[in-house]
């Protein structure tokens, strides 16, 4: 189809592309590397299966939003198509008569599905461009108070419209190529879209039909090569980098656990993330990643409630600075530029409940929610920038081993009149009962353990407590940012581990569960630890209890973050509450399971309170009382504090109430 000139020059500019782009990839991938913990390439090529799975299926985009995800989806697929419908488009134009198996039903099948997709991605690009720039859906806007940069601001729009209309003048001129193709030789039934455009070219003098041809066949194949060298600057890159994201992760025990900082090691010099290059690499591909879809804020329980925080603007602002200061970035000649001045504000990085909604939903795998804690690492431990609630909750953890100040004599306090047996007196039990710091000192914790434990005597399980021996497990220290802290609370608390001989831990508290679980299994602990969610629905399945149906009312569960996203545990406290339900209905809240909104306590927020906007704990509670259920079930201390004060302020205290499992099955004994 082209003419000798017409070749040459394809191939000089082709040349010219891969070149520039070459050279755009690898500052690209140089400012990745600028970041601390290499990435294990070797390893990520192992996971290569992966990569493709998820670009192949484009599950990930299904978590939220599922039909604006299948049309993205469509995109995505089209697009891929495209791939090798350029290479095919290359030959057609450089070899005469070439035609892609066109006799054969390959062939016949290719050119059916390039013509399907090719209309689907054109009606995709199309709904996508109304969407953000006429409609502007809000689910696309990052509002105040969040901090986006003016760069992020404007760049936003400029490569959403950018490459908006790059898929659209690709896919569409190569549309027209194809009806200009039919127009010149005959109808084809396999290509139907494009050949009803093809009549539109019935009074087109041939010469005119070839002209048009080669002008289409040049602005689809043209746009690509222009459009190679600047992909890496773009949210484009996301088709790539998402996938390679999902590549390169790290198994960690929980999404909140960090890698465990050695500070005997005098080498270190930074702790935690003050600015980008202190974030491991894989934290700095996630910029490149990131699709802008905003996703990760539709349940960010800071950003839902008016406060300062958003992911995506995190990940965002993040992207901007490497494409505005990459040549700085990558020969380290930029002046220090703090992450709390760049990526989100100092409040924003407290707002965060470490709830992992950002990192449960995300489609590219990015993990926003590991920037903020390195962030806060940094804050606590080289800057010495926190709230002063913290301040006061490290002291307290510190002298008194709990963050409510309380004397570690009293932590045996909730066990009058239960005679619960103790650890240091049996020396050995089946089970050790974690009751934690909540379950020890708060008012309503301690009723929640005393149920525990009646749940536990009436099964005659073999347990024990470690009374006042017991000391916090340091979560709320390492989720603030005071690592330091928490591996002095962990330690201690292994040694402890050491003087007994005990199969499992039953605790009620999901950060207790989550810290001795996951987070001391870090520190090369193995223990078993079980929820009591968890515990007691066995329990029950085993006939070991018997609980009586016993609840008219209708009853909502509300997920504890540590124990669902966290842990991946949504059934078994569910299947306890349905264990006890009568003629009453367990109902589900609008924002359930892997959807569930935060409490607002985790992440450190139960010691100190970030005043802007909404509190998170009312919002909550408006979505319990809005399932007309009478009983708020709650299966952690902290989640069950939290409700208990949405429902006083909501003004729901005289018709409503909140009961933790423990106290539902115990009630029915």
């Known amino acids: 189809m082209l003419s000798l000139v017409e070749k040459i020059v ?87 008569g070439f035609h892609f198996f066109s006799d054969y039903l390959f062939g016949k099948l ?84 494009a050949t009803i455009v093809s009549l539109l070219w019935a009074n087109f003098s041939e010469e005119n039909i070839i002209l048009f041809e080669h002008i289409t066949w040049w602005i689809a194949l043209g746009l690509i090569l222009g459009f190679l060298p600047y992909f890496p600057y773009t949210k484009h890159a996301h088709l790539f980098m998402g996938p390679l994201n999902f590549m390169v992760e790290k198994e960690r025990s929980s999404m909140a656990s960090l890698e465990t900082i050695d500070f005997e090691d005098d080498s270190i010099e930074q702790f935690g993330a003050g600015n980008i290059e202190h974030l491991p690499q894989k934290q700095i591909l996630d910029a490149y990643a990131c699709i802008q879809c905003s996703r990760c804020q539709d349940a960010c329980p800071a950003y839902e409630t008016g406060k300062e925080l958003s992911p995506s603007a995190l990940e965002i602002n993040k992207r901007y600075f490497l494409n505005n200061h990459l040549d700085e970035f990558i020969d380290g000649s930029i002046p220090d530029a703090s992450i709390t001045d760049i990526l989100l504000t100092d409040e924003a990085a407290w707002s965060c409940t470490t709830c992992g909604f950002c990192v449960e939903v995300c489609p590219v795998g990015n993990e926003p929610m590991l920037d903020i804690l390195r962030a806060r690492q940094d804050l606590v431990m080289m800057e010495s920038k926190f709230p002063k609630d913290a301040m006061e909750t490290f002291d307290k953890i510190e002298n008194y081993g709990n963050p409510w100040g309380l004397s570690p004599q009293e932590r045996e306090n909730w066990m009058e009149g239960r005679d619960v047996p103790l650890m240091r007196e049996k020396k050995e039990a089946e089970v050790l009962y974690w009751a934690g710091c909540a379950g020890a000192y708060d008012s309503r914790g301690k009723e929640i353990s005393q149920a525990v434990v009646d749940v536990l005597k009436e099964a005659k399980v073999d347990f024990a407590s470690l009374g006042n021996e017991e000391t916090c497990t340091g979560d709320s220290a390492r989720r603030i940012g005071n690592e330091y802290l928490f591996q002095m609370m962990a330690e201690q608390n292994l040694e402890t581990f050491e003087k007994y001989k005990f199969k499992k831990i039953v605790t009620q508290c999901p950060h207790c569960f989550t810290t001795l679980k996951n987070d001391y299994s870090e520190l090369g602990a193995k223990l078993e630890v079980v929820h009591h969610s968890q515990y007691i629905g066995e329990l029950v399945s085993k006939g070991k209890i018997s609980p009586k149906s016993w609840v008219d009312e209708d009853v909502t569960y509300h997920d504890a973050c540590y124990l669902g996203r966290h842990n991946d545990e949504y059934d078994a406290p569910r299947d306890v509450i349905q264990s006890i339900m009568r003629d009453g209905e367990l109902k589900e809240m609008e924002q ?20 802007t906007g909404e509190r998170i704990n009312h919002n909550r509670f408006e979505q319990a009382a809005d399932t007309g259920a009478t009983t708020v079930a709650t299966a952690c201390n902290f989640c069950n504090i939290m409700m208990e004060d949405g429902m006083k302020v909501t003004g729901n205290d005289e018709k409503m109430k909140v009961m933790d499992i423990a106290e539902l099955v115990s009630k029915s004994l």
């Open 10 to 96: 394809f191939i000089l500019i082709a040349l010219g592309a891969m070149g520039a782009s070459f050279i755009t990839f690898r500052k690209m991938f140089r400012a990745i590397g600028k970041g601390v913990q290499p990435i294990n390439w070797k390893d990520a090529l192992f996971n290569f299966p992966k990569g493709i799975k998820v670009f192949i299926s484009q599950e990930t985009l299904f978590k939220t939003r599922p039909i604006i995800g299948f049309i993205h989806a469509l995109v995505a697929w089209g697009f891929t198509l495209y791939l090798l419908v350029n290479i095919v488009d290359v030959l057609y134009g450089f070899i005469p």
């Open 592 to 611: 359930s399971r892997e959807k569930s909104f935060c409490c607002g306590a985790g992440g450190g927020n139960m010691w100190y309170e970030i005043k």
């Open 110 to 193: 290719y050119r059916l599905f390039v013509d399907f997709f090719t209309v689907m991605v054109l009606i995709g690009v199309i709904y996508f461009l109304v969407r953000r720039f006429i409609f502007n859906d809000n689910r696309l806007i990052i509002n105040q108070p969040v901090m986006l940069s003016e760069e992020a601001r404007a760049g936003m729009r400029r490569d959403s419209l950018i490459v908006g209309f790059f898929i659209l003048f690709h896919v569409g001129a190569r549309f027209l190529s194809a009806s200009f193709e039919i127009a010149k030789n005959s109808a084809d039934s396999f290509q139907p879209a």
